[in-house]
């Protein structure tokens, strides 16, 4: 799998835009990206996909570059319960769904 | 519709002592994970299961560490002995089979929390 880095913290006030960004300039092309995200004490939770459009749903939407080698994650009206560590992965869609490499992410502090 | 289910969610024991911990997966779901979390580092993937078969047990630490999945429902993972380095929180996950087109999605357990002393 490609490897991803992320900024290691980020505040934004409590009912902003949360954008998270991630490079992956060693991306291939048969590589998606996904985004995953732990809140504290919980196991990690599956937020969103894309390849190379952009895409929405109802948690997030996700913004990749047209040369693919970055992303970022929208949260678009942040709550105090979206602070957690959020996981940019790159990886083969399918395959077997091989395991998940989960790097060191970006811990997310929501503020009131 | 249940979410994947870990237990316990904690366990303590002392150091050369057996543990085994056990994981549902979403009913229906073929793929079934083991990942943990060693407390400072990052989650790492520990072995994969497609039903019953091992499909991935690259990243179990070693022999001490037994994982099973009779039957392809729930899966159990067996540390014996334990040491003071398998500390940390365990976590599962499942997701749907490959032909089913959505398996890039992994539902994860809350985890279980081991501490060994």
């Known amino acids: 799998d490609a490897k991803t880095t992320q900024p290691p913290s980020m505040d934004c006030a409590e009912g902003r835009a949360a954008n998270l960004p991630c490079n992956h300039s060693?991306?291939?092309?048969?590589?998606?990206v996904y985004w995953y995200r732990q809140i504290h004490s919980q196991g990690p939770q599956y937020i969103i996909h894309?390849?190379?459009n952009n895409e929405t749903n109802e948690m997030a939407s996700l913004i990749i570059t047209e040369d693919r080698k970055s992303s970022t994650l929208i949260l678009p009206h942040a709550t105090l319960r979206d602070t957690a560590v959020y996981y940019c992965?790159?990886?083969?869609?399918?395959?077997?769904?091989?395991?998940?490499?989960f790097g060191k992410g970006t811990h997310l502090i929501i503020q009131p | 519709e249940a979410g994947v289910t870990q237990f316990p969610s904690h366990s303590v024991i002392e150091k050369g002592q057996t543990v085994t911990l056990r994981c549902d997966p979403i009913s229906g779901h073929d793929n079934l994970y083991w990942y943990r979390r060693v407390m400072g580092k990052e989650i790492k993937f520990l072995l994969h299961f497609v039903k019953e078969s091992k499909q991935d047990e690259s990243g179990m630490p070693n022999n001490r560490f037994l994982a099973e999945r009779t039957g392809g429902t729930y899966s159990t993972l067996k540390v014996q002995p334990a040491e003071l380095e398998d500390s940390g929180v365990y976590f599962c996950?499942?997701?749907?089979?490959?032909?089913?087109?959505?398996?890039?999605?992994?539902?994860f357990g809350s985890g279980t929390q081991l501490s060994v002393l």
């Open positions: 996950a499942s997701s749907q089979a490959v032909s089913k087109g959505n398996n890039e999605k992994l539902f």
């Open positions: 060693t991306i291939s092309g048969n590589e998606y």
């Open positions: 894309g390849l190379k």
């Open positions: 992965i790159v990886r083969v869609k399918g395959g077997g769904a091989d395991g998940l490499t």
